[in-house]
């Protein structure tokens, strides 16, 4: 009586890859961010709406960065904490 074969690992190291691949993109300071491109006056109103549903103080929001863009669209992108502890 043999021992069994071994299985078969290119999943598993495919799998792995992934997500190694995924976490890479992904900044690790702990803020979720967003990015919106809106109309300048909607993009007022949807920071204004991050801002009372998250307020500063207790989540550290803020707009990280905005662009101008043509069209008058203003893209942007807010981060705050996940939780506010």
Do not use: C
């Not at 300048?40 to 929001?61: C, G, H, I, N, V």
């Not at 960065?65 to 981060?79: A, C, H, K, M, N």
């Amino acid at each position: 009586m043999g021992t069994p074969a071994r299985p078969p690992l290119h999943g598993l190291k495919k799998r792995l890859d992934q997500s190694r691949a995924e976490r890479a993109n992904k900044p690790r300071d702990g803020f979720l961010r967003e990015t919106f491109v809106l109309p300048r006056s909607d993009a007022r109103l949807k920071a204004q709406e991050w801002f009372e549903r998250f307020p500063k103080q207790a989540y550290w929001t803020e707009i990280e960065s905005w662009f101008e863009r043509p069209g008058d669209l203003i893209e942007f992108t807010i981060r705050r904490l996940p939780a506010a502890d």
